[in-house]
């Protein structure tokens, strides 16, 4: 559930925290007060679009942050997959609005709009004008019943998304591969050719690295050649100054005196192992320079080879491991256009049996879902009996598509009729608005079993509809928030009356500066609350025993 909202610096809200309850809390307020500000805010934490100019004038950034407790595992499967920490089943997100930029946080750990969305669609469902306005599309129709079915499904859904990749893997394959025989041959010597190409030119794997390696050092060999010799002529010797020359008299004079003193042969020792070491180095230096000589013909062959190369890696591929993989593909291309009727005979009986795996989960699923739709739209039905449609059908209509998708071949939508002797019709034909609300809330109440997600947001449940149909407007919210937390703005005293907990929205002003807060009502506040809804201008003692007594009443009909 949503333990706490922090907003800060959001429109004309300068800073405020609320804490809500289990059950159902009831926002209310003035028109104007700034209620879409607090709905806009949770929608903003959750990752919903916003404009720069959201941010408080004068400020440098705009916050929010929620606070869930859960119990979900759905939600710590998901936030183990993101490697997110999960501390006591508190989860804490954040969003901070900057002119330039923002930053979303779970539990302290900076996370992607991607990941945000993810773990927020598992914790809470914001239902607005827009989302009834939904009921309109038939794709949410079938949504709808996927999730009354879920159980049933269970796993069929990504097994048939999963062989419908496969199955349109093989048909965009064979389709493509349709050729007439000309064209045929003309492939099969293009191929040939590229094949032949690649496959004289015997290549190893690091080659050209190495080859680019033994380039620069034979394109520059006489310069070497000429450093090389100087270092000879420093350390040989062949003249007075040259070290070898110069560590060869050294060790000459060292072995006159060495009999006059033991430490001296210490000395010996380690300018003869110099002297060693050095002449070791020159012949090694001379057989360098000795090879250097003869550097041409090494170099022609190096740089054909590295042009060659470079010339394949131009046609086929940066890398040679590219040109591989080319290569290979090119392969197998010919093999297929070479035996061209078994490749095609090969690849229908692939098609054909992609397809029926196919066939067979989406005729399954249709199954499951045309026998739980008719559960379903029952339920539904004697949900919004209890919303007051006074008579009402309500029914799902199937047809089939003409091709296969992720989801199946379902073509659904749910029809009615809300008078007797009409037809029934698809929704978008008959439904108003504040029908539509309703709908959506019968709905919404038939899933409450079935939905795992813990807290519910209602904004403009109330739209086009007033007195009884309030009353059992606010009868079906009382039923969901037996299994959910829900938070609903109202303008409505039937609905305000249902509050386990209610909050209300205000705007004030100093005459300088104009900001919005919230606050918590105790019983007498919330029955003050109510007789204003109810009164309007003025409120009167009679006013205010009627929206006590409203409340009693709504206490009366709760379940929990």
């Known amino acids: 559930m949503l333990v706490s909202l922090h907003v800060k610096n959001i429109a004309i809200i300068n800073e405020v925290e609320v804490y809500f309850k289990d059950h159902l809390n009831i926002l209310t307020g003035e028109t104007g007060a700034g209620k879409s500000i607090i709905i806009g805010s949770i929608n903003m934490a959750l990752g919903a679009k916003v404009s720069r100019d959201i941010i408080r004038g004068g400020a440098e950034y705009a916050l929010v942050e929620l606070v869930f407790d859960t119990k979900d595992e759905a939600v710590f499967a998901a936030m183990s997959e993101l490697d997110l920490p999960i501390e006591d089943g508190q989860i804490i997100i954040s969003r901070k609005i900057m002119p330039n930029r923002s930053i979303c946080k779970i539990n302290g750990e900076n996370v992607t709009a991607a990941a945000l969305s993810l773990i927020a669609g598992l914790l809470i469902d914001i239902h607005g004008q827009h989302e009834h306005q939904s009921l309109l599309r038939k794709a949410k129709h079938l949504e709808i019943v996927d999730r009354f079915a879920k159980d049933e499904i269970g796993s069929l859904g990504q097994e048939l998304e999963h062989y419908y990749k496969e199955y349109i893997k093989v048909k965009q394959e064979y389709d493509q591969a349709g050729i007439d025989e000309d064209k045929r041959l003309r492939e099969i010597a293009f191929l040939e050719y590229e094949v032949n190409e690649i496959k004289s030119a015997t290549l190893i794997p690091g080659e050209d690295v190495e080859l680019a390696i033994i380039y620069k050092k034979l394109s520059n060999a006489n310069t070497i050649s000429e450093g090389m010799q100087n270092v000879y002529q420093l350390t040989g010797y062949e003249t007075s100054s040259s070290a070898g020359d110069s560590i060869g008299r050294a060790v000459r004079q060292l072995m006159k005196i060495v009999e006059y003193d033991d430490t001296i042969g210490t000395f010996l020792t380690q300018i003869t192992d110099i002297d060693g070491l050095l002449n070791d180095f020159n012949r090694e230096l001379s057989q360098y320079i000795s090879e250097m000589d003869h550097h041409e013909e090494a170099l022609e062959e190096a740089t054909r080879r590295l042009d060659l190369i470079n010339h394949l890696k131009s046609k086929y591929g940066g890398t040679l491991p590219e040109v591989d993989k080319y290569y290979q593909n090119c392969v197998e291309k010919l093999k297929k256009y070479l035996d061209y009727d078994t490749y095609m005979k090969k690849l229908s009986n692939s098609l054909l049996e992609a397809e029926k795996k196919v066939a067979v989960l989406s005729n399954k699923l249709s199954d ?79 899933l409450a079993d079935k939905d795992e997600i813990e807290t519910l947001i209602f904004d403009e449940i109330d739209v086009g509809v ?19 937390q829900i938070l609903c703005i109202t303008h409505l005293p039937q609905i305000a009356a249902m509050a386990d907990s209610h909050y209300i929205i205000e705007k004030v002003t100093d005459g300088i500066t104009t900001q919005t807060l919230i606050k918590a009502l ?38 929990y």
Not at 466 to 484: D, F, M, N, P
Not at 525 to 537: K, M, P
């Open 368 to 446: 499951i879902r045309k026998s739980k739709a008719k559960e379903l739209t029952v339920k539904i039905r004697e949900s919004l009996l209890a919303l007051n449609f006074l008579d009402i059908k309500f029914e799902m209509t199937f047809d089939q598509i003409d091709h296969y998708t992720a989801n199946g071949f379902d073509d659904a939508e749910f029809i009615i009729s809300t008078n007797p002797g009409e037809t029934l019709k698809p929704l978008s034909k008959v439904a108003s608005g504040g029908e539509l609300s309703r709908i959506m809330l019968g709905i919404k109440s038939v």
């Open 466 to 484: 007033s007195g009884r149909t309030a009353q059992k407007v606010s009868e079906q919210l009382s039923i969901i928030a037996k299994h959910h």
């Open 522 to 559: 105790n019983e007498e506040e919330s029955i003050d609350e109510i007789a204003r809804i109810l009164g309007g201008a003025k409120i009167t003692d009679r006013v205010k025993e009627n929206a006590k007594e409203m409340r009693e009443l709504a206490s009366a009909t709760k379940k």
